[in-house]
C-alpha cells in the first residue's frame, strides 16, 4: 500500500482549481478565512488550458463571467479569448493569493459524524502518495465536465482512422482534405465543425436529437442578456417561448429542414436547467450547414472501415472520427453523501 498522511485543514476544503474553486477561494480570503484548494491537474482552470481548442471564446458576454471583485480588463473584447480568459483567471488567483494544491486527485469525501469533520481523500497524481485532508467544510468545485462522454460504437475497432475526444481537439489543420464525422451537436460539436471547414476539412455532424440552436446576438445585443433580462418579469417556460420564437425570426424558420429539429419537450433554459444541456449559440455553423459544407447526417449504427453506417441505412465515408459528444461531472463517484440538495441557478434567479 502506498504511504499516506494526513493535513488537517484551517478553513474549508476546495475540491477543483476551475473558475468555481478559484472565486470562492478568493471570496473566503476576502473575508480572512483559509482554505485549501486541491486540483488533481497540474495548473489552474486545467478544462480552459488543456481540454479546449484553439479558437475558443466565452460565448457569453464577458460581464457575466468575471469571477467576484475583480472585473475584465476593459481593454478586453465582449467574448474574452481563452488565452485571455486564463490569463485573467491566473491574475484574479494570484491577486486573491489563490495557490491550489496540484496533482492532488480527490477520490472520496465523507463527513465523520462521530467528528463533526470532513475527511478528503487524495491521491497524489505524481507519486501515488495519499493524503487525508480533514476539515469542518468541503466545498465541491469539480464541475459538470470533468470526465468525456465516450460512447460505445459498435465497429469502433474496425474503423481505420483515428477516433479522439473533442477534447483533445486543437484546430482544423491536421484535417486538411479529410472526411470528418463529429458525433455530437452541442456548441463543440457545432464549432469544430466551422473550423474543420476553416481548414479546408470536410465535416459530416451526427444529430441523432432535438437541439436548440439560438442566436448569439439579436440587433447587437446578447441572447443571454435578453433571457436574463425576460426572467426578471416572466416566467421560464415563457421566456422560453420567446427565445424560441426570436431564434426563429433571426435564424431563418427553416431549421428542421436543415436537419436540427428542436426538442419536442423543453425549451432551451429548461432543458439546461433540468438536464444541463446547453443550448447551442450560433456563432457561423448554421451558415456552412445551409452552404452545405457542414453535412448533418442521423444517428450512427455502427462504424466500419472507412466510414460509418447510419440509423437510416445510409453510409458516411469518414477518414477520422471526432466525438463531441459532451461530458459528465464525477462527484458521485468520490462524494459519499446520500442527500444531495441541487440548485437550478436560473430558477433562483427568476
Ligand atoms: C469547450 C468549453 C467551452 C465553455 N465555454 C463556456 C462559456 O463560454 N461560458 C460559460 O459560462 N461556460 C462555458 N463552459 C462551461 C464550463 O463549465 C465553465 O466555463 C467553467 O469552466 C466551469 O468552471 P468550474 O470551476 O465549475 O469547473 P472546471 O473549469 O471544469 O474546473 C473543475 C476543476 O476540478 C478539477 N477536478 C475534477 N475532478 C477532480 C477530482 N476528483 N479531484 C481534484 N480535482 C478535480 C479539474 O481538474 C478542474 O480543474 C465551457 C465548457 C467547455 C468544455
Ligand atoms: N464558449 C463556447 O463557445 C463553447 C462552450 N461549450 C460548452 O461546453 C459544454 C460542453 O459542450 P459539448 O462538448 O458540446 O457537450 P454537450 O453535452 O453540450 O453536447 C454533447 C452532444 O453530443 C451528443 N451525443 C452524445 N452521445 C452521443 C451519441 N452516442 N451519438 C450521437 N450523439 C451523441 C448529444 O446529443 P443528445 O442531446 O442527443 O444526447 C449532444 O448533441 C457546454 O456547456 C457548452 O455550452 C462548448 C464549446 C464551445
Ligand atoms: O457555454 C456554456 O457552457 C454555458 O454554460 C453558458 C450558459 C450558461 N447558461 C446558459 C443558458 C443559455 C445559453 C448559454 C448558457
Redesign the pocket.
Same mark, same amino acid.
Given at each position: 500500500m502506498m504511504a499516506s498522511r494526513t493535513m488537517w485543514v484551517n478553513g474549508p476544503i476546495i475540491v477543483g482549481a476551475g473558475p468555481a474553486g478559484i472565486a470562492a477561494a478568493a471570496c473566503l480570503h476576502t473575508r480572512g478565512v483559509p482554505s485549501v484548494v486541491l486540483d488533481r491537474d497540474d495548473c489552474l482552470a486545467s478544462l480552459w488550458q488543456r481540454r479546449t481548442y484553439d479558437r +475558443?471564446?466565452?460565448?457569453l458576454p464577458k460581464h457575466f463571467c468575471q469571477l467576484p471583485g475583480m472585473p475584465f480588463p476593459d481593454h478586453y473584447p465582449e467574448y474574452p479569448t481563452k488565452h485571455q480568459f486564463v490569463a485573467y483567471l491566473q491574475s484574479y488567483a494570484a491577486a486573491f493569493h489563490v495557490h491550489p494544491r496540484f496533482r492532488q486527485s480527490v477520490v472520496s469525501a465523507r463527513f465523520d459524524h462521530a467528528a463533526g469533520l470532513w475527511r478528503v481523500q487524495a491521491s497524489d497524481q505524481d507519486t501515488g502518495v495519499t493524503t487525508e485532508y480533514i476539515g469542518r467544510w468541503l466545498v465541491v468545485a469539480t464541475g @459538470? /465536465?470533468a470526465e468525456r462522454?465516450i460512447?460505445d460504437?459498435d465497429g469502433a475497432d474496425s474503423f481505420k482512422g483515428p477516433v479522439t475526444h473533442?477534447s483533445e481537439y486543437k484546430s482544423g489543420e491536421p484535417y486538411k482534405g479529410k472526411r470528418v464525422l463529429v458525433?455530437?451537436?452541442? /456548441?463543440?460539436?457545432m @464549432?469544430v465543425c466551422l473550423d474543420l471547414c476553416d481548414h479546408g476539412a470536410r465535416p459530416s455532424m &451526427?444529430?441523432?436529437?432535438g437541439?436548440h440552436v439560438l442566436p448569439r446576438e439579436m440587433l447587437g445585443v446578447a441572447t443571454f442578456s435578453v433571457a436574463v433580462f425576460l426572467l426578471r418579469f416572466l416566467p421560464l417556460r415563457v421566456v422560453d417561448r420567446l427565445l424560441v420564437l426570436l431564434a426563429g425570426l433571426f435564424l431563418g424558420g427553416d431549421l428542421a429542414r436543415l436537419g436540427l429539429r428542436r426538442p419536442s419537450h423543453g425549451g432551451p433554459l429548461e432543458l439546461k436547467n433540468s438536464k444541463g444541456?446547453?443550448p447551442v +449559440?450560433d456563432?457561423g455553423a448554421l451558415e456552412k450547414i445551409r452552404a452545405g459544407d457542414i453535412k448533418i447526417v442521423p444517428? &450512427?449504427k455502427r462504424l466500419e472501415a472507412g466510414g460509418a453506417e447510419l440509423v437510416d441505412g445510409r453510409f458516411v465515408a469518414a477518414d477520422a472520427v471526432i466525438l463531441?459528444?459532451?461530458?459528465h461531472s464525477n462527484v458521485p463517484q468520490w462524494l459519499k453523501v446520500t442527500n444531495l440538495i441541487m440548485h437550478t441557478p436560473l430558477e433562483d434567479a427568476h
Open positions: +475558443l471564446r466565452l460565448h @459538470e /465536465n462522454v460512447p460504437l473533442v458525433v455530437g451537436c452541442g /456548441n463543440s460539436g @464549432e &451526427v444529430v441523432r436529437d437541439v444541456r446547453t +449559440l456563432i444517428g &450512427v463531441a459528444t459532451g461530458y
